[in-house]
T-cell receptor, first 116, second 115 residues
Framework: AQKITQTQPGMFVQEKEAVTLDCTYDTSDPSYGLFWYKQPSSGEMIFLIYQGSYDQQNATEGRYSLNFQKARKSANLVISASQLGDSAMYFCAMRGVNTGGFKTIFGAGTRLFVKA | DTAVSQTPKYLVTQMGNDKSIKCEQNLGHDTMYWYKQDSKKFLKIMFSYNNKELIINETVPNRFSPKSPDKAHLNLHINSLELGDSAVYFC??????????????FGPGTRLTVL
């Protein structure tokens, strides 16, 4: 069975500092994708970054990078130079080929607070 | 242009009523989804549709009946609403989910409150 674990219910970070949000996963899929989404207080779900299980390099998108360690089954999100607007819920998610790519499972989320 | 839209944004209704939530995407995607986010923010998939066909039904009570009239629309009808149905319902879409593990695009969500 697939599982996503986010062990940090809440995190605080000082503005302009970097922060790492943890995500570990469990799957028997031979090929899978890992995703991070941001959900601000307004409620919408915003896609941030994607890492494929066979990608050789860690994904980066602007201030977001994904620290992918396949052997450890971890896919941590790193946000550099935090901004006040980064305060939100962050969800790690996974989709695998065993369900034909049609089923995405989400972690419980981490609420990030950025302090001025 | 809105990529994935849902109506209504808010829905307040009495127990036992029947209600529908509509979803439309203009991205040309062939796969659409319904998710439920509970009060603790936990997000769980309910249904996946590919080219108008039901692919995933995650043991959702049969009071919930999705309908996909075409690839751009996936509506959710809920019969005999219960208090526990109160949640935020998200529609999402993605391109060629069967071939590529790419991201999903989410609608703005519909907050359903059952009194």
């Amino acid at each position: 069975a697939q599982k996503i674990t986010q062990t940090q219910p809440g995190m605080f970070v000082q503005e302009k500092e970097a922060v790492t949000l943890d995500c570990t996963y469990d799957t028997s899929d031979p090929s899978y994708g890992l995703f991070w989404y941001k959900q601000p207080s307004s409620g919408e779900m915003i896609f941030l970054i994607y890492q494929g299980s066979y990608d050789q390099q860690n994904a980066t998108e602007g201030r977001y990078s994904l620290n992918f360690q396949k052997a450890r089954k971890s896919a941590n999100l790193v946000i550099s130079a935090s901004q006040l607007g980064d305060s939100a819920m962050y969800f790690c998610a996974m989709r695998g080929v065993n369900t034909g790519g049609f089923k995405t499972i989400f972690g419980a989320g981490t609420r990030l607070f950025v302090k001025a | 242009d809105t990529a994935v839209s849902q109506t209504p944004k808010y829905l307040v209704t009495q127990m036992g009523n029947d209600k529908s939530i509509k979803c439309e995407q203009n991205l040309g995607h062939d796969t659409m989804y319904w998710y439920k986010q509970d009060s603790k923010k936990f997000l769980k998939i309910m249904f996946s549709y590919n080219n108008k066909e039901l692919i995933i039904n995650e043991t959702v009570p049969n009071r919930f009946s999705p309908k996909s009239p075409d690839k751009a629309h996936l509506n959710l009808h809920i019969n005999s609403l219960e208090l526990g149905d109160s949640a935020v319902y998200f529609c999402a879409s993605s391109h060629q989910a069967a071939q590529t593990l790419n991201e999903q695009f989410f609608g703005p969500g519909t907050r359903l409150t059952v009194l």
